[in-house]
C-alpha cells in the first residue's frame, strides 16, 4: 500500500511569505506527527494529532506555526510570515494506534528554503 | 529532558568489514528505543523497536540490541547499500507524551566498495 506521502516536495519561499505543506498519512492510522529536520540533525518533534484532535502542540518554535487534521486523515502545516531560520526539512509521520503505541512512518519531507 | 547520544557522528568502513554504532540515552522511563535509516533526500525508513534490557533484534545484516543506558546496532559484513545515516530515537514511558520520538543527531555510515 502507498506510504505517508507529502507535498510539496521542495518550497522557496522569500522571508515574510505564508507557506502551507500538506502530509496524506497511511489511510487509517489515528496518529499523526510533524517533525522538523535542521541540516546535519536528527528530526524534533513539533506537533501531534489524534485523529483530528490537535492533542500536542508544545513543539512549535512559535506562534507563526500552525497545524490542523480537519478530518482525521490529511493535514496542513502552516508557517506565517516566514523567517530564515525556518528552513529547514519538515517531515510528516503517521502511526497505526493512538499514543505512539505503534512505530512512526515517516514521509519524504518538504524541504523549506526561506531567502 | 530525555536525551539521544549518537556515535560516532560518521563511520567509514570497507565492504565486509563489521561495526557497531553507538547510542547512548537518558529518559525518565523508558517505553521503546528505535532505530530509523535515512537516506539522503529521503525520510527516515523504519528498522527496528526495542523494549526492554536485553532484547536483540535482526534484520538482514543488522543487529540492534539494548541495555539500560545504551543501544548498539551491529553491522555485519556490511555492502556499499547499507551507507545511510542511522538515527536512534527514544519514547518515554512516563509524562503526558509518551507518543513523542526523541531523535539524537545520527551516524554517517559509508561503505566503500
Known amino acids: 500500500g502507498a506510504g505517508v506521502s507529502q507535498s510539496p516536495r521542495y518550497k522557496v519561499a522569500k522571508r515574510g511569505q505564508d507557506v502551507a505543506l500538506r502530509c496524506d498519512p497511511i489511510?487509517?492510522?489515528?496518529?499523526l506527527f510533524w517533525y522538523q529536520q535542521a541540516l546535519g540533525q536528527g528530526p524534533e518533534f513539533l506537533t501531534y494529532?489524534?485523529?483530528?484532535?490537535?492533542?500536542?502542540k508544545s513543539g512549535l518554535p512559535s506562534d507563526r506555526f500552525f497545524a490542523e487534521r480537519p478530518e482525521g486523515s490529511v493535514s496542513t502545516l502552516k508557517i506565517q510570515r516566514t523567517q530564515q531560520e525556518d528552513s529547514a526539512v519538515y517531515l510528516c509521520?503517521?502511526?497505526?494506534?493512538?499514543?505512539?503505541?505503534?512505530?512512526?512512518?515517516f514521509g519524504p519531507g518538504t524541504r523549506l528554503t526561506v531567502l | 529532558e530525555d536525551q539521544v547520544t549518537q556515535s560516532p557522528e560518521a563511520l567509514r568502513l570497507q565492504e565486509g568489514e563489521s561495526s557497531s554504532l553507538n547510542c547512548s540515552y537518558t529518559?525518565?522511563?523508558?517505553?521503546?528505543l528505535f532505530w530509523y535509516r535515512q537516506d539522503p533526500g529521503k525520510g527516515p525508513e523504519f528498522l527496528f523497536t526495542?523494549?526492554?534490557a536485553g532484547e536483540e533484534k535482526e534484520k538482514e545484516r543488522l543487529k540492534a540490541t539494548l541495555t539500560k543506558k545504551e543501544s548498539f546496532l551491529h553491522i555485519t559484513a556490511p555492502k556499499p547499500e547499507d551507507s545511510a545515516t542511522y538515527l536512534c530515537?527514544?519514547?518515554?514511558?512516563?509524562?503526558?507524551?509518551?507518543?513523542?520520538?526523541?531523535f539524537g543527531k545520527g551516524t554517517l555510515l559509508t561503505v566503500n566498495p
Open positions: 530515537a527514544v519514547q518515554a514511558r512516563s509524562g503526558g507524551s509518551n507518543y513523542k520520538l526523541t
Open positions: 494529532f489524534q485523529n483530528e484532535a490537535q492533542l500536542d
Open positions: 509521520a503517521s502511526s497505526l494506534g493512538a499514543g505512539g503505541l505503534n512505530e512512526q512512518f
Open positions: 526495542l523494549y526492554s
Open positions: 489511510s487509517g492510522h489515528v496518529s
Open positions: 529518559v525518565s522511563g523508558l517505553r521503546g
